[in-house]
């Protein structure tokens, strides 16, 4: 009688548990969506003031064009940060846009910039990359960022687009950084 106790008890815990789970992945994705549903809402307009800086590297592989945006270089302290770049000429069904702090077990880590200062084990971290995969010789890429001030109250966020376009005669493959690069901005 014990034992079956025990493992009543142990079944309770074990379902829920996948049920926190379930509800922890459901709210991620909700969130997931919801940045992609503000970056198309707005229209690739960009932020003036972006307090950090940016660039896009493009790397032509044999058959496609793997990206990476860099975020680097901030000139204020942002906190549990959180950051998604959207090609809009990629289907969002078929394709997961390049995130962090959103989904899985990003969503339960926190990501922390500040100026001059980097700790990967405490969270602080110099720089984050977002990076995917485009089939096209041209693409635009419009990404979204929001942190939370030292207090943990106020939250920011900005918008930039990166540009790629494969020049013409160009048929070397390897690393090309792009001219969309931003400067901090914090006037």
Known sequence: MRKLSILCILLTVFLTGCKNLHHQDSESIK??????????????????????????NVIKQKDDYKYEIELYN??????????????????????????????????????????????????????????????????TVNVMVTWKDSTLQNQSRVFFNCNYVQEKGDTAIG?????????ANVD
Do not use: H, W
């Open 175 to 183: 690393e090309k950084t792009t001219s969309d690069a931003g400067k």
């Open 31 to 56: 969130v997931y969506e919801s940045f992609i549903d503000a970056v198309v809402s707005n229209k690739g307009i960009e932020s003036k003031i972006i307090p950090f800086e940016y660039k896009m």
């Open 74 to 139: 901030p000139q204020v302290a942002m906190y549990d940060i959180q950051a998604i770049a959207v090609d809009q000429n990629m289907d969002s069904n078929t394709n997961v846009y390049p995130c962090i702090g959103i989904l899985g077990d990003d969503a339960n880590s926190q990501y922390n910039m500040i100026p001059y200062q980097a700790r990967g084990e405490k969270g602080f971290v110099k720089m984050i990359i977002l990076d995917a995969i485009s089939p096209k010789k041209q693409f």
